[in-house]
């Protein structure tokens, strides 16, 4: 697992966020909560989350180990996958 990335803010969207960090940009998926966050930042420690299916392997990331911790709580209710969890994050 990627606990974390730390490094330059490349690009950022309020749906995700690349991270630069020794030449290697990282798209990270990222709620509306986190992008308030880290909105005015140009240097980011983003907690994450890496989700792996059988076609791909997405990371997921947080301003703070408690919306990590929530995500993954709701990631083990039926029916809920990590895009959902991330939009219900977004609505808090």
Do not use: W
């Not at 974390?4 to 998926?29: C, L, M, R, S």
């Not at 909560?33 to 997921?60: C, F, G, M, P």
């Amino acid at each position: 697992m990627i606990a974390y990335i730390k490094g330059e803010i490349a690009h950022k969207h309020p749906t995700y966020v690349i991270v630069e960090t020794y030449g290697i940009g990282y798209q990270v998926n990222i709620s509306l909560n986190t992008y308030a966050q880290i909105e005015k930042l140009e240097r980011v420690k983003i907690l994450t989350y890496l989700h792996i299916k059988e076609d791909s392997h997405t990371l997921y990331g947080f301003a703070d180990d408690a919306e990590r911790s929530l995500f993954i709580l709701l990631l083990s209710v039926s029916g809920i996958g990590p895009n959902t969890a991330r939009v219900v994050l977004s609505s808090m």
